[in-house]
């Protein structure tokens, strides 16, 4: 099946379930009141919005410069860096990281980019064992599904859903209480801990100044997996970078606030090297792989560039009234929501993805709580405009050359009315059937008649 | 002063009475309205598709009827955004681009209108109704206005006035949008009527009357008691 | 070409063409430069007594243990009763100067995670006792880096996290703690450093609120 038509597929069955309808709005809900608070603890939410917007415009608009030098740092101090033009050859890295270390057993922290490589199926295809120790993770990758949210991977599941998923996949006894069932996880996951060859993490910022990586997280899994295995391996996609350390007094709190409600996420953690001289833990061999796929393509597209300033807090999935009724899976591809609409014809191909740029109403609701003031909404446009022009739909154009003679002769636009006048009753028959030119619209909404007397003619009777 | 006032295509054929209200209200203020018989569409659907070329030679026809104008008033927040918002990036770097920055200069929606230009809250309408607001999202979002509308509510005496917690929340038209996805549009519009329903509002007010258009579709659909009115028809109302 | 010469080239070839600051409606291509974090982010207090109160009261939001106390003597008690009230069996640390004065009074088995040592008996740890660089009032957070606080897992392996801090160790916000990296250690990082906002916690089941996922499921910040 086309990506389009799986998407128009799993958005009929999505819009209609109720019942992932009030567990998305319930869960949103409550993130609402506590995004909502932190904000409004900034003394300006708009200001910090426009230095953070400056910021990442330096960061990615000097990317050649700031991409050197965190290389140059991370090497200085024994890191081996790794340059990744395309998914495959970044797999290809890390394998052969694995099999170099003849590794049998890999875990992992959050990363949404080794998710946009199809790193696990890779792994696994290689004979590994991959645990994924992030708690939402763990839980999509037992029931063999992609993360349904980039912040919250299990959003969709009830505690009785995660339960018989448990008792199923770790034979756990039953309990649907959260804390119990998150100390399940925590047990199963301790001995992977411990014993696990390799560590691979993603990053959700690279910092330029100092050659290192920040990671955010609340559960402790990530700087786990960057404490324990002996060797650790980062993704991190290129357009991560910020300029400075301190940058991340920002970043870090607005990140917090955005992506979950919260003034700074548990554990924010900066990573300059493998374990250093006179430092008695940490992975004796650190490997980043800097990843491309794409992204100077979209980096070369100055109108939308700034979509490469997101610093994937999720915010605009939250706010997203699309993402809220077909929910993160009918998106059918890694990044879901408004920001993953307008990067994945970039990222996949335009023609194959623009269906999701058309999925929206353009709202702008995405825009206006963006931190860092991407223009999501715009590009969504963009990428209309750029598809129609690439591929224009025969049936489409045409429709619109008829519209645009009719809107510019008002005689024709009249005589358009009246027709329609006449064809009113005949679609009233036909209503909901196959016939109906409207059926799209009336299947679930009635039409408004046509007005008797148009504005026009009260116009022109009036004098 | 004269008013240009340009009509939106689904008003002139679906919702006169939003636009004659206009007329009315901005005939009371003392003003004279002119309603160029050229003026159909401003061209929104092929532009929201990505067509911009076919676009184009129809807001080429709005800007020549609207640029000698004093001041263009337009009846919804969409066509609105379209004009003031749109119109100059569809001409950027075009032989209209200057036309379409000073046009836009000129043109309110409404609501802005007759609190922003004109100053105006109270019209002397009377409309003893309790009322929800729908905010259109092009108006909300590309023009910002939140305010004049409920300014002008305010003033309008025995109206009740109660916000709904999903007032800002997309109704799902978005126009070419709700036919194409017409599943997910309708799921937001569900999930509109379902907010309004909980204020127990008599009507829902909005300044757009293509959100009313599919809003309306929704609840008459569904049978419900609740109404849909254009703002300006509740300003008109004595 | 390598790959890293081919995407640095892709990069220097893409930003040939500029592309405006958002925000500022395509009029400019630099931005101006004009604020820092300090500006936008919560205001705090100037006084060593509000910033105090304001990690206390942010400590105890995140359910985070902070006793402030007034001499070596009371936090060594206070170590004492953490000890008897969790029912300690052995616990780890690192040299420092508080840990050296404190933890040997604590009369247990005592693990150094500044030698080499097994991750195994890390593990069989009851609590880590970690010396760390700051305390931080804007957010109730610990500043640990892995020189200044054992390593890098002694404050996250064992299931209880305490933090033994001196009151001149407070600093006012998030820019102040990264001034301080940056002046204490100036470019000899650490190869980590790490923020600590809380006992480790999840929200993926149902966005419920539960503590101790991965990390400490309790943290406790004894402060003289």
Redo the contacts between chains.
Sequence with gaps: MTPVSQF?KD??VM??DLRH?KIIR??LG??EIARDKRKA?????Q?????A???K??AV????KH??SF?AKLEA?GTKV????TAE?AREIVLGIVKDKKASSVIKSKAMTSEEIHLNDALEHAGLKVVE????EL?VQLRNEAPYHIV????H???DE?SELFQRELGSAPTND??E???I??RA??KK??TADIGITGANFAIAE?G?ISITE????A??T???PKTMISLVG?EKVLPK??????F??MLATMG?G???????????????P?????PQEWHVV?L?NHR?EL??D??Q??AL?CIRCGACLNVC??F???GGHTYGTTYSGPIGSVITPHLRGLQDWKHLS????????C??TCP????LHHHL?H???????GK?SFF??LT??I??M???R?TL?KTG?AL?RIGQPIQRLVKGTALDPAK??T?????????K???????RNRK | MTITLFIPCFVDALFPRAGISMVQVLESLGHKVVCPEGLTCCGQPPFNSGYWDEARPVAAKVLEQLKGAEAVVIGSGSCGAMVKKFYPELFASRPEEETAKKVAARTWEFSDFLVSKLGVTDLGASFPHKVTFHDGCHGLRELGLKKPPRALLGAVKGLELVEMAEAETCCGFGGTFSAKFPMISTAMGEVKCASAKETNAEYIVSNDSSCLMHIQGLLSRQGSPLKTIHLAEVLSQK | MTEREKILGRVREALQVSAHVPGTHGHSTAPSGASTPRHWLPKVGESIDEQLALFARNAAELKADFQLLNSAEEMRTALLSLRDKENWKRAATHSGQLTDAICPTLNLPLLRTDRTYDVEALEGCDAGISECDAIIAQTGTVLVTNRSAGGRALSVLPPHHVVLVRRNQLVADLPAAFMLVKEKYADKYPSMISFITGPSRTGDIERILVLGAHGPKKLSILCF
Excluded at chain 1, 383 to 389: E, F, G, I, L, T
């Design positions: 128009l958005a009929r819009a209609a309808r319930t869960a409550n993130y603890s900034f003394q300006d939410w200001g910090a919005r426009q230095l917007a400056e910021t415009w330096e608009n000097h990317l050649d991409l050197e290389a101090r790794h340059w990744a033009s050859q120790s992030d708690l939402g839980i919250f991977p299990s959003m599941l009830t505690r995660i959260p804390e069932l998150t100390m996880a925590r996951l301790r801990y411990l100092t290192m609340n559960e402790g899994n700087r786990l960057a404490a324990l290129i350390l301190e940058d991340l007094a920002l870090l709190p979950t919260q003034a700074l996420t548990c554990y924010n953690t900066m990573y300059g090297g493998p374990r250093q006179g430092e008695t833990d940490g800097l491309d100077t980096l070369a100055a109108e560039r700034d300033h009234p699309i809220r009724n077909v058309s999925a929206s109403s353009l709202c702008g609701a825009t206006e860092v003031k991407i223009d446009l990428n209309r405009r750029n598809a129609a022009k224009p489409e154009k619109y050359k519209f645009a009719a809107a510019s008002p636009w009315l329609a799209s619209w299947k679930t909404r009635d039409l408004p008649p046509l007005a007397e148009s504005f026009k003619d009260w116009w």
